[in-house]
């Protein structure tokens, strides 16, 4: 019973500016305002980066902050616990979260091998901006991978979208890509067999809380 | 005489904020004031990017454009003086300026076959700190490369060179790999038989200069 019920509890990912919040079908995105007022009365298990939000929580919902039962063995001091949730969510794979940073976290058998961060698209754009003026361009978002371009606007997106490309291609190895995040689904579209999956850290949250749980019967 | 008069004349290269002169030796990185202050009454060849400039030139120096004389195989119309010069200095490669913007140009038999741009390594790491705070750290220069990293600051690190590096790798096949600008000599570090030259533009303007007195001879 007791994991079917799991199954049905809303979850939350609290971000910087967002509440996401899952209720095992689908995924809302919602400012805290809004996500307090709406879901503020019912159990929520949550994991949050947003150290600010926290009082704000602890006064006005019933909601429960389940971070610290979210470990993954390799994982690192100050590893954000969105991104540890991540990697719990299959047992091997790279977890690309493409959001305002863009973090790619390698598994291997349930275990965290390590990392890396980039700028996220739309930061990404706003340096080349910051440059020079020459250099505000939008991303061209049907690009061509195949040939190297010749003007301004696409030898930009092919550098941003390129680089990427070559480091997880690089990473790869045989592992499945499991891409989540604002950008996640565009980003995948630019590689062989990748999942874009909008609940994934979900996946780990729940996995997180199972094991948690099995824990507690054991001991 | 003619090749050998070239070889001891002043060149310029001049970007947004520095005049790089050269004279046949070494290269000096000046404020444009001291620049103009110092060798404005000399006989000095130049290519320039920097419009607002222009005026001055011409009304204080005796210097010469000469970004007209500059043209490779398979250039696009809004490509910069500077690169199509920095391209010409070898037959084959792949040519990358890292400055403010990190440029990265293919040539093959003399051919400009296309590139694209990266921020610089400054400007990337702007970005990141424009995202969180929590992001905001300083390169660590001495990265291993070898090994996915598991600390904040070297994730960022390694997000910004092994990204550079997988994607000249990618393009590489088996062209020389030669690098300029200020950061150049650092990046050219993480590459097997890379070359640093602070002068490659002014020998793509040798070059230039050369096939534009050949022409002007044959015609």
């Known amino acids: 019973m007791r994991g079917k019920k799991l199954e049905y509890q809303l979850l939350a990912d609290i971000g910087n500016s967002r509440v996401h ?11 805290p305002d809004e996500a307090i ?22 006064a006005e919902t019933v909601w429960e902050n389940v971070s610290n039962k979210v470990h993954i063995t390799g994982e690192y001091k100050t590893m954000g616990v969105d991104r540890r949730t991540l990697c719990l969510s299959h047992d091997n794979g790279l977890f690309i979260d493409a959001g305002s940073a863009i ?3 390698v598994v291997e058998r349930g ?25 505000d361009v939008t991303l061209e978002r049907s690009l061509d991978l195949t040939r190297l371009p010749l003007t301004t606007k696409e030898q930009i997106s092919y550098g941003i979208i390129a680089s990427i490309k070559a480091l997880i291609e690089k990473h790869r190895e045989n592992k499945p890509l499991y891409f989540t995040g604002g950008d996640g689904d565009f980003l995948a579209g630019f590689f062989q067999d990748a999942i874009y999956d909008e ?21």
Chains 1, 2 share one sequence.
Do not use: C
């Open 21 to 31: 919040i899952y209720d095992g079908k689908e995924v809302v995105h919602l400012l």
């Open 37 to 58: 007022a709406k879901f503020g009365t019912k159990k929520v298990n949550y994991i949050s980066v947003n150290t600010p939000l926290e009082a704000r929580i602890k």
């Open 103 to 105: 973090t790619v976290d």
């Open 111 to 135: 275990a965290y091998k390590g990392g890396y961060i980039l700028p996220g698209l739309s930061a990404m754009l706003g340096s080349y901006r910051q440059i020079s003026d020459v250099l």
């Open 199 to 219: 609940a994934l850290v979900f996946h780990g949250m729940k996995r997180a809380l199972r094991a948690s749980e099995e824990l507690g019967i054991r001991n």
